[in-house]
């Protein structure tokens, strides 16, 4: 079955450091992927897309993300974090329908 | 502003007593959907609409209806709500006709079924 899996539930970082936030998903033909980020009291909102081309795609706020086709994997990064990056983030894939499948969420804590 | 917005914010009901949850965007959007977030099994898709009077079942569909009958409307509807549907649900929106394009969520409705 196609799914989504976001290993790290919670995270504790202090700020400035580094941030790389899992994401795997189970189906070998062609994916779309999405990063969403949920502040606390907020709604979800976008910080990046690959649909296609270069695997490592920029999206807001600095993050980045790296499609890894032979991985299955589609990670989350941040080189340094910053205490307003306290938030659940969601991982999605579309396996080519019409449907998005979104992973558990991992919940980051920045220390300040 | 372009927003998706959704009534009411916070209810509180009890087992079997009807209930609708508004859901309205402002962007000329296609695509509509209505997801639930659980606490460990993050957001699941219960209905999602492609047009107007196009709707179609996501993963979690059981004792939900919609109705898209309007473009910038799409209600959610629980006939005989029970304490397995308390949950967050929010409703989204895109550009196209399917998922491909961002989705803008609504602020989200925290329901508790007594």
């Known amino acids: 079955a196609q799914s989504v899996s976001q290993h790290n539930h919670h995270v504790i970082l202090s700020e400035a450091a580094s941030l790389e936030l899992g994401c795997n998903y189970s189906?070998?033909?062609?994916?779309?992927l999405f990063w969403y980020v949920q502040y606390p009291g907020q709604h979800l909102q976008l910080l990046l897309k690959?649909?296609?081309?270069?695997?490592l795609v920029k999206g807001i706020k600095g993050f980045e993300a790296e499609f890894i086709k032979s991985k299955f994997s589609f990670n989350l990064r941040k080189p340094s974090v910053q205490w307003s990056d306290t938030a659940e983030y969601f991982c999605?894939?579309?396996?080519?329908?019409?449907?998005?499948?979104f992973g558990t969420g991992t919940r980051l804590t920045i220390i300040p | 502003e372009a927003q998706v917005t959704q009534n009411p914010r916070y209810l509180i009901t009890v087992t079997g007593k009807k209930l609708t949850v508004t859901c309205s965007q402002n962007?000329?959007?296609?695509?509509m959907s209505w997801y639930r977030q659980d606490p460990g099994l993050g957001l699941r898709q219960i209905y999602y609409?492609?047009?107007?009077?196009?709707?179609d079942k996501g993963d979690v569909p059981e004792g939900y209806k919609v109705s898209r009958k309007e473009k910038r409307n799409f209600p959610l509807i629980l006939e005989s709500p029970s304490p397995n549907q308390t949950s967050l649900y929010f409703c989204?929106?895109?550009?196209?006709?399917?998922?491909?394009?961002?989705?803008?969520f609504g602020p989200g409705t925290r329901l508790t079924v007594l």
């Open positions: 989204a929106s895109s550009q196209y006709r399917d998922w491909r394009d961002e989705q803008f």
């Open positions: 609409s492609m047009n107007v009077e196009v709707t």
């Open positions: 999605a894939v579309n396996f080519g329908n019409e449907k998005l499948t």
């Open positions: 189906y070998g033909g062609t994916v779309n």
């Open positions: 962007m000329n959007h296609e695509y």
């Open positions: 690959y649909f296609s081309g270069d695997p």
